[in-house]
Structure formats: structure tokens, C-alpha cells
């Protein structure tokens, strides 16, 4: 599976992006998709979190609320709807693709090349 990450930018706080994940290669529909984001000097963290069908969801604590995740495995496409962000929300994203679901990122097998986002305050 490859994997392209888009839809990144700057962005007021309190505003709203949606990130995009475009898959290719082997089925889609197969993978548990997540998103993780790794700011300047800190660990790379889970964000969300979507099984193979769209029918179960994890969001991170530090994101419920504002952010929420989905896909259209028509597309080949996994989203991050962001919403009311914030400057600690700036980080570089990444979609990441599992067989399995979790939060951990040794749980994933493929990984996109990262969208940076930068909320300002």
C-alpha cells in the first residue's frame, strides 16, 4: 500500500482543515487506517483511528471534539476533519495503515510521507 497525505497548511486558531489520505497498490478496504502527527522535538503521537469498513472510530483525548475521522473506500481515501485548531495542534500529520487496529505505531505497516500543518495563534 502507498500512501499520499495532503490537505496541510496554516491556519488561524479556531479555524478548520481537512487532510486527505490517498491509497494505491493492495485493497484498501482491507486496512484499519490511522493518523499520527510528530511536532519539533516530540514523539510521534496517535491521533485517530478508523477500521477497515468506517464503522468504528478512536479518536486521541487531546482531539475529541474537534476532530473526527473517515473514508471512502470507493475513493481509496481515509480524512481528518480538523476542527477548532489550535497552536499545539501544529505538527507534521501522517496516515498510516494497519491490518490490525490501534493506537500504537508499531501496529502499522505502511506509512505516508507526512502534510504539515501550523495553526497560528
Known amino acids: 500500500v502507498q500512501l499520499q497525505a495532503s490537505g496541510g497548511g496554516l491556519v488561524q486558531a479556531g479555524g478548520s482543515l481537512r487532510l486527505s489520505c490517498a491509497a494505491s497498490?493492495?485493497?484498501?478496504?482491507?486496512?484499519?487506517m490511522g493518523w499520527f502527527r510528530q511536532a519539533p522535538g516530540k514523539e510521534r503521537e496517535f491521533v485517530a483511528g478508523?477500521?477497515?469498513?468506517?464503522?468504528?472510530?478512536y479518536i486521541a483525548d487531546s482531539v475529541r471534539g474537534r476532530f473526527t475521522i473517515s473514508r471512502d473506500n470507493a475513493k481509496n481515501t481515509v480524512y481528518l476533519q480538523m476542527n477548532s485548531l489550535k497552536p499545539e495542534d501544529t505538527a507534521v500529520y501522517y496516515c498510516?495503515?494497519?491490518?490490525?487496529?490501534?493506537?500504537?505505531?508499531?501496529?502499522?505497516?505502511?506509512w505516508g510521507q507526512g502534510t504539515q500543518v501550523t495553526v497560528s495563534s
Open positions: 497498490g493492495r485493497s484498501f478496504s482491507r486496512y484499519g
Open positions: 498510516a495503515a494497519s491490518l490490525t487496529i490501534g493506537s500504537a505505531k508499531s501496529e502499522y505497516d505502511y
Open positions: 478508523i477500521n477497515w469498513s468506517g464503522s468504528y472510530t
